[in-house]
């Protein structure tokens, strides 16, 4: 090999070095970028999953809750009912 031919060898070689860390450069930011986002889509998960086994264990108390306020409604129907009955029937009797 001549010294020319080794210094072309050598600058090919610094070219495809620099290229190569250029690349590796550029993979190293996407790789950064990409376990970045899979954090943050990790924690969103995590925070959703944990919203939505709060409000499963909410799910039983509210229906409890409409049952009671069902029947509470249910009795206060029955009562309204009850008392017109009776005021009809107190109008009837003082007109009678």
């Excluded at 986002?37 to 409000?55: F, S």
Aim: with cysteine; hydrophobic share 35%.
């Amino acid at each position: 090999m001549t010294g020319r031919q080794s210094t072309n060898s050598k600058s090919t070689l610094a070219k495809s070095t620099r290229a190569l860390e250029k690349k590796h450069v550029t993979l190293r930011a996407k790789f950064q970028e990409q376990n970045e986002y899979l954090e943050i889509t990790l924690a969103v998960r995590q925070g959703v999953t944990t919203d939505l086994q709060a409000k499963r264990k909410q799910v039983p108390e509210l229906e409890r809750e409409v049952a009671r306020l069902t029947l509470a409604m249910s009795k206060w129907c029955e009562f309204v009912e009850l008392v017109a009955a009776h005021e009809t029937e107190r109008q009837l009797h003082a007109l009678g």
